[in-house]
C-alpha cells in the first residue's frame, strides 16, 4: 500500500455538545487552521504520538475489525507502526477541536479507506464506524467529530440522527466568531460520565428536553436560514442554560464573564465538551466583539 500523507483539519461543534446523545441537532463545521497528517520516521524520534497509535491499533484488534463497515488493513498499520508512524499535527489536545477525530480520520482514510473516493462513501454508515473508533479515547462518541475531519465540510445532524452536509460558510452569516483559551485543558471522557449521570435525574432530563434541546435546535435552524434575530433569541436561552445546568463544563473563573457578556451582545458558549479548552464567542459583529474584548483584556482567535 503506497503511504500518502493527506492533512485533516481540526473541527467546531458550534452547536449540540453533549445535546447529540440525547435527540437533539449538532452542527459541525471544519477548522482549518489547526490541522494533522500521518508521517513516518524510521529514527523514530515522535515516540509520544507512535505509542499513542500503537495502542490503538491493539484497540482494533479487539474489535471485530470485519464487521466495521470499512475494515482496517491492521497488517498495513503494523507496518508503518514499524515504519515509526506519527501523526504530525498542531491541534491543541483536549481543548474541544477534535484532535482525536482528526487523528481517527487520518487512520481511517490511510488503512480503511484506502484509494475510495469519499464522495462514494455513505456518511451515516462512516459516522457508526467512526463512532466505534473514537469510543477508544473518550469512552462514547457520536463519531461526528472524525466524520468532520473526514469529509471536510460542515455537517447537520437532524434529530433523527441522520447525517446531512449543509452550505454553510461563517463568513458569509455577517456574525462574528472568535474563540477565548481559557488556558487550561479539559479532557472529555471525565465530563460525559459526568452528564450522563446527571441526565439519569429526572428533573434534570425534563430541563434538558424542555429547555436545552430547543434552544440548541432553534440556534441551528436560524443560523442555516440567517435569520439573525431569531438565532440570537435562542442563543440567549442556550447559553443561559449552560450556566445553570453545564456548570461543571464551564471553568468557575469564566461564569461572570458569560453572564456578563450577554448585555453587551457577546454570546459565549461551550465548544465542545468544555471544561477548559476554548470557548465560542459569538456576536452580531466584528467590531462590537473587538471593543467587548479590548476593554476586557481577552486575546480572541478569530473564527474566520
Known amino acids: 500500500m503506497n503511504f500518502k500523507p493527506e492533512l485533516f483539519n481540526s473541527k467546531l461543534l458550534l452547536f449540540g455538545e453533549y445535546g447529540l446523545m440525547f435527540n437533539a441537532m449538532a452542527l459541525s463545521v471544519s477548522f482549518p487552521r489547526f490541522c494533522g497528517s500521518l508521517e513516518l520516521d524510521p529514527a523514530n524520534s515522535h515516540r509520544e504520538s507512535t505509542f499513542e497509535i500503537q495502542k490503538f491499533y491493539q484497540y482494533l484488534t479487539t474489535l471485530e475489525n470485519k464487521k466495521l463497515h470499512f475494515p ?22 483536549q481543548y474541544g477541536l477534535g484532535s482525536s477525530g482528526a487523528l481517527v480520520a487520518a487512520l481511517f482514510s490511510q488503512y480503511a479507506a484506502h484509494g475510495i473516493e469519499k464522495d462514494k462513501l455513505s456518511a451515516d454508515l462512516l459516522k457508526v464506524d467512526f463512532a466505534q473508533l473514537e469510543a477508544y479515547f473518550h469512552g462514547k462518541s457520536s463519531g461526528i467529530d472524525p466524520l468532520v ?30 474563540l477565548i483559551d481559557t488556558l487550561i485543558t479539559g479532557p472529555t471522557g471525565p465530563l460525559v460520565e459526568h452528564f450522563i449521570e446527571c441526565i439519569h435525574n429526572p428533573e434534570y432530563k425534563k430541563a434538558f428536553d424542555l429547555q436545552f434541546i430547543p434552544a440548541n435546535n432553534g440556534c441551528i435552524e436560524s443560523l442555516l436560514k440567517n435569520d439573525h434575530s431569531t438565532f440570537f433569541s435562542f442563543l440567549k436561552q442556550l447559553i443561559r442554560f449552560e450556566l445553570e445546568h453545564f456548570g461543571r463544563m464551564i471553568p468557575a473563573n469564566f461564569h461572570p464573564l ?47
Open 258 to 304: 458569560i453572564s456578563e457578556a450577554l448585555s453587551q451582545q457577546v454570546y459565549i458558549k461551550l465548544l465542545g465538551s468544555g471544561g477548559g479548552g476554548f470557548l465560542l464567542a459569538i456576536s452580531p459583529s466584528e467590531i462590537n466583539l473587538n471593543k467587548w474584548a479590548n476593554r476586557k483584556g481577552i486575546q480572541l482567535l478569530n473564527v474566520v
Open 72 to 93: 482496517f488493513d491492521l497488517h498495513g498499520l503494523k507496518n508503518d507502526l514499524d515504519k515509526g508512524l506519527y501523526f504530525n499535527s498542531n491541534i491543541p489536545q
Open 149 to 178: 475531519s473526514f469529509l471536510n465540510r460542515p455537517l447537520l445532524l437532524d434529530s433523527k440522527k441522520m447525517v446531512q452536509p449543509v452550505h454553510l460558510d461563517l463568513a458569509q452569516t455577517g456574525l462574528s466568531f472568535a
